[in-house]
DNA sequence: TCGAAGATTCTA
DNA sequence: AGAATCTTCGAA
């Protein structure tokens, strides 16, 4: 299975109380405070998982929330694991894409940098505009306009609106595929 | 050990 | 708008 990331949030450390890495170390966040590159997926509300990768060098937490992806192969698989989902609404949220895509806590702190099970990789994309906003679903840093989507795009979890939306700004940056 | 909250989703 | 559902974490 393939698709196309579309929408993604930061988090950081002691300096973003939205971060599962806000108060320090603890079980479930550590491969935030570990090597880049790697899978961070922790379960949450009682049924979802979520699906981040870590950005920071080993020891500062930092991670991307993949909050939606295009499909782009594999699309029957995806429905077979989403049953009655129309595309659409396949994988646009965090906790759909993971079941889309059969990712459990099985992946934790997987290298998403190297061809495996599941990791990410450059591919041709035409030009896009990155739109920004407010995080979603947290209760605290709504100051931050740390979430990122492909402005347009059909595929974006559908809470556009949130408070603090911007039009587009930001580059044309390659956006890149999970696998 | 216990209670509350949660980077959500689905249904009514 | 509200329930479902259970893990995680901090406080007691």
Redesign the pocket.
């Not at 979430?147 to 044309?172: I, K, M």
């Given at each position: 299975m393939v698709g196309k990331i579309v929408e993604v949030?930061a988090?950081r450390g002691s300096d973003?109380p939205?971060?599962?890495?806000?108060?320090?170390?603890?079980?479930?966040?550590?491969p935030?405070f570990g090597e880049p590159g790697r899978a961070?997926v922790?379960?949450?509300?009682?049924?979802?998982y979520?699906l981040?990768i870590t950005t920071r060098e080993s020891g500062i937490?930092g991670?991307?929330?993949i909050?939606?992806i295009e499909p782009i192969e594999g699309i029957s698989a995806m429905v077979r694991l989403?049953p009655?989902?129309p595309k659409l609404?396949l994988t646009?949220?965090?906790?759909?894409?993971?079941?889309a895509l059969r990712i459990d806590?099985s992946l934790n702190e997987i290298d998403m940098t190297k061809h495996g099970p599941l990791y990410v990789t450059k591919a041709e994309a035409g030009d896009f505009e990155v739109g920004r906003s407010t995080?979603?679903?947290?209760?605290?840093g709504k100051d931050r306009l740390w979430r990122f989507y492909v402005f347009g795009n059909p595929y974006v979890?559908q809470r556009q609106t949130a408070e603090g939306l911007q039009r587009p700004r930001l580059g044309r940056k390659e956006p890149e595929r999970v696998i």
């Amino acid at each position: 299975m393939v698709g196309k990331i579309v929408e993604v949030e930061a988090y950081r450390g002691s300096d973003d109380p939205a971060s599962h890495a806000f108060r320090g170390l603890t079980p479930r966040n550590a491969p935030m405070f570990g090597e880049p590159g790697r899978a961070y997926v922790y379960f949450t509300y009682g049924n979802h998982y979520c699906l981040n990768i870590t950005t920071r060098e080993s020891g500062i937490p930092g991670a991307v929330l993949i909050r939606a992806i295009e499909p782009i192969e594999g699309i029957s698989a995806m429905v077979r694991l989403r049953p009655k989902v129309p595309k659409l609404a396949l994988t646009n949220g965090p906790g759909k894409l993971t079941k889309a895509l059969r990712i459990d806590k099985s992946l934790n702190e997987i290298d998403m940098t190297k061809h495996g099970p599941l990791y990410v990789t450059k591919a041709e994309a035409g030009d896009f505009e990155v739109g920004r906003s407010t995080r979603i679903g947290i209760a605290a840093g709504k100051d931050r306009l740390w979430r990122f989507y492909v402005f347009g795009n059909p595929y974006v979890s559908q809470r556009q609106t949130a408070e603090g939306l911007q039009r587009p700004r930001l580059g044309r940056k390659e956006p890149e595929r999970v696998i």
